[in-house]
């Protein structure tokens, strides 16, 4: 069993020390444990200082791309490495490395593919009560979007299954959180969370540099998400109130008609005609984005099949240029076990 816990780094040369001592490199149930940065195009020592702490992997973007498709490129490398587990913190030190052996326990038990380490926000001193009621408030709209219950719904601590990494698809250039959260949920990942503690406030957060902006970007993000995985309840529940609201005008003419006073009215006829018809091409939209749903899960798919197969001839190339002595050694080891299998 191996754990990889990867770190993505954007000017992190202060913090990282300390991020890094945290990491247990013993725990229960797990072989071997391996610690990987991708550094996010640092423009300061952070190379450097990850080199000096002896960090086993070092993954570099040549600028600065983003925390989410940092985090999608980490999630690859882990995989190409042969990662069992995959646990992602931050390198600002915010979470307590000592509750990685917490985090991975329900993936070690076979209880859960994605857990999620909760900050228990309502407990943290440098919380602004805002900020504390948009994550309470976030956390609940992902919940009924993506049918996932945990209440720290953007929390950066959290470990992953091999076979949940492979079935993620990042695509958002904002942040990860939320989207893989309602992946999981609609890919019918078993998804749990644990408390987990934080450490001292280290910097300010280079996402929530705004609230505007925050809430704008989430927002959108949620609203991709779903979009993308339920079109078609989307685009008709927004047929059926563009219809709705086309039938009010509509109404209106008529009960002006049967009165004998239609000819002042004929405006509202053709406001709602109008959006009777976006109405109509509305639900046509629902029809074709429905299909273009389906096609969308096929490409999933095939995309997962590559990435089994990738990992596969990565893992047959690293076979191959194992010492002699080595494949003698795995070669025995795979003719005992297929002999107990006979006898058996």
């Not at 609940?140 to 091999?162: L, T």
């Not at 609230?211 to 047929?239: C, N, S, W």
């Amino acid at each position: 069993m191996k754990l990889i816990v990867q770190i993505p780094c954007y000017n992190e040369e202060h913090t990282l020390p300390e991020t890094y001592k945290d990491i247990p490199r013993a725990i229960d149930g797990v072989d071997k444990v391996e610690i990987m940065i991708i550094d996010d195009g640092s423009t300061d020592r952070t190379i450097e200082v990850a080199k000096s702490l002896g960090v086993d992997h070092i993954i570099r973007n040549k600028n600065n791309r983003g925390l989410a498709r940092t985090f999608r490129k980490g999630i690859d490398e882990c995989l190409k490495l042969g990662a069992d587990i995959i646990v992602n913190t931050d390198g600002d030190n915010q979470y307590a490395g000592w509750d990685i052996p917490k985090l991975i326990k329900p993936i070690l038990e076979e209880k859960a593919d994605v857990v999620v380490g909760d900050r228990k926000t309502q407990d943290i001193n440098h919380f602004s009560p805002l900020k504390k009621l948009l994550q309470r408030l976030g956390s609940y709209v992902v919940k009924k979007v993506s049918g996932v219950q945990v209440p720290d719904a953007v929390s950066g601590f959290r470990a992953y299954s091999r076979e949940a990494a492979l079935q993620l698809n990042i695509i958002s250039p904002f942040s990860y959180t939320i989207e893989a959260l309602i992946q999981s949920g609609k890919k019918h990942m078993a998804v749990t969370h644990v408390p987990v503690e934080t450490n001292a406030k280290t910097r300010e957060s280079r996402l929530f540099t705004s609230i505007p902006k925050f809430i704008e970007r989430q927002l959108t993000t949620i609203v991709r998400m779903y979009t993308m995985y339920q079109p078609l309840r989307v685009f008709v529940l927004l047929g059926a109130l563009i219809t709705l609201i086309g039938l009010i005008p509509i109404v209106r003419f008529l009960v002006y008609y049967f009165m004998g006073e239609g000819d002042g009215h004929i405006q509202s006829l053709i406001l709602g005609g109008v959006l009777s018809l976006l109405g109509a091409f509305t639900f046509l939209i629902a029809i074709i984005a429905d299909l273009i749903n389906f096609n969308r899960q096929l490409i999933e798919q095939t995309l997962e099949k590559v990435r089994r197969m990738e990992l596969a001839m990565h893992n047959d190339a690293n076979y191959a240029k194992s010492t002699p002595g080595q494949v003698e050694q795995s070669t025995k080891a795979h003719e005992a076990r297929d002999s107990e299998l006979k006898d058996d």
